[in-house]
């Protein structure tokens, strides 16, 4: 494991290490002198749990009036007290900003009903402003102060992404997650990050949120994490000033000979400094957003735009940039059909044949039957079933559509950034997460540098899928 680089010279330093505890801890260093100086009693996150009392803490940091430095005393404050509150005492402090300072109802019929009373085009603009001042919650006012701080915007992500299991079934958190979603999008605009590449190199503490945030393919150790940044492997993440040790998103890349058709082997394949400068293809095999609470954010399709201009333009051996990518919905959407036992799931000819080779009246049924099983340790079974699978894989990507998108959204992210269809990969993904999701096939996507930008637009105006004729031949009617 690398050393740590030393920071010491670097201003708000104690802010760098940014897990919770971390960052509760070095929160609660300056509420402590802010008392002092303040001479006043330090308070409890147990006392808060009380909702009254939390309620009438976060009324004073929002109403108490003074100047700056008294506003981000209490911000700290409250900042401290949240990130010592438990599970349930964070949920009261949700609901309680999202109820009890919204918006102002009253002042807001008075401003609609000013607005329909101007008669002036100055009295109509001046309702106007005032219609969208009243439309402003109270709360939001203490979300930007948050935001102000060292590490306020980690804070303000973190909280966000323990709303959002809860937005759909409670319109007010819904509504304090978009409060808090126009403020992150404001900041964390695309103009506003930098593309850094990640090496063995790199702090300590930037790698060890790449083992922790890597979504797609774990990284089970520090020497799994130093092959995945071997010379022929590189890493490039959106880093953002303000949290300059936590990604924001990242993407893996693998520098190989042609295609990649499976993962296993290109995760586990020993790379090499000949084997960079001889490779013809850059294969993004992971990309992994680091926060959640960014959801919602376009950030994804800017990276591996961005990372395949960048190696074209630096690595002129490359020709070629595709990804391998999982089919994450494609079991779960299967699976749903064949639990009604309707052959209509299946072409006339997949039924026909899974009837006579097992002797039975239901192809539905059997195909059923067969994958709940261990089937692909089953050569003789695997390789009947792979013309089957593949045809209703080929269907999924090709006419399977949810509000004019591609309903898996791994490939409603490549096709919106205008990559192609270009290879459906049989039994790529061997691991127990590959089967459960979609029975061990992998996507190649393409990025054709001529052709993504016609690509993009052709999707996002017609849902019109760009698709090879390899993978067009897979689909039988």
Known sequence: MPDSHDNSA?????????????????????????????????????????????????????????????????????GTVYLGLSKVGRENFHNILARDFDVNAALLDQSITSLGAAVSVEDRIKAEIALKNSLIPSRVQLLKQFSSLPNGFKFLIDMRADLLSKTKEDPY????????????????????????????????????????????????????????????????????????????????????????????????????????????????????????GLAGISLGNFLIKTVVKKLAKEKSHLKHFATLSPVPGFRKWLDSLLADKDENVLCVQDA????????????????????????????????????????????????????????????????????????????????????????????NYYYELSDIDSNHEQYISSTLIAASREVKKIFRE
């Not at 499976?262 to 095999?285: P, V, W």
Request: net charge neutral.
């Open 10 to 78: 670097r201003p708000f330093t104690i802010f760098n290490s940014l897990t919770r505890d971390e960052l509760s801890r070095k929160w609660q260093g300056i509420k402590q002198l802010a008392r002092q100086a303040l001479s006043k009693k330090k308070p409890s996150s147990v006392q808060y749990e009380n909702k009254e009392d939390l309620k009438e803490l976060i009324s004073e940091c929002i109403n108490a009036r003074g100047g700056d430095v008294s506003a981000r005393i209490r911000t700290v404050e409250l």
């Open 173 to 292: 958190i819904c509504k304090l997650a978009n409060d808090l979603k126009e403020i992150l999008d404001s900041w964390f605009d695309v103009g506003l990050l930098d593309l850094t590449e990640i090496t063995w190199d790199s702090p300590a503490a930037l790698l060890e949120k790449l083992i922790e945030y890597e979504a797609v393919h774990e990284i089970r150790s520090w020497n799994d994490l130093r092959k995945r940044l071997d010379s022929d492997r590189l890493c490039f993440a959106f880093l953002h000033n303000k949290m300059p040790r936590e990604p924001i998103i990242f993407v893996e890349v693998a520098l190989v000979d042609n295609l990649s058709d499976n993962i296993q082997k290109l995760i586990c394949r020993e790379g090499g400094s000949s084997r960079e400068h001889g490779a013809n293809t850059a294969i993004f095999y992971s990309i992994s957003n680091a926060q959640p």
């Open 352 to 443: 026909k044949a899974v009837k006579n080779q097992y002797a039975c009246d239901n192809g539905a049924e059997k195909l059923q039957d067969l994958l709940a099983g261990d089937w692909f340790s089953d050569e003789e079974t695997a390789n009947f079933l792979k013309p089957i699978l593949l045809n209703l894989c080929a269907r999924y990507l090709l006419h399977e559509k949810k509000e004019n998108k591609a309903l898996d959204p791994v490939m409603n992210f490549h096709l919106t950034n205008g990559a192609r269809i270009e290879r459906v990969n049989w039994l790529a993904d061997l691991s127990d997460r590959g089967m459960k999701r979609s029975y061990g096939i992998m996507v």
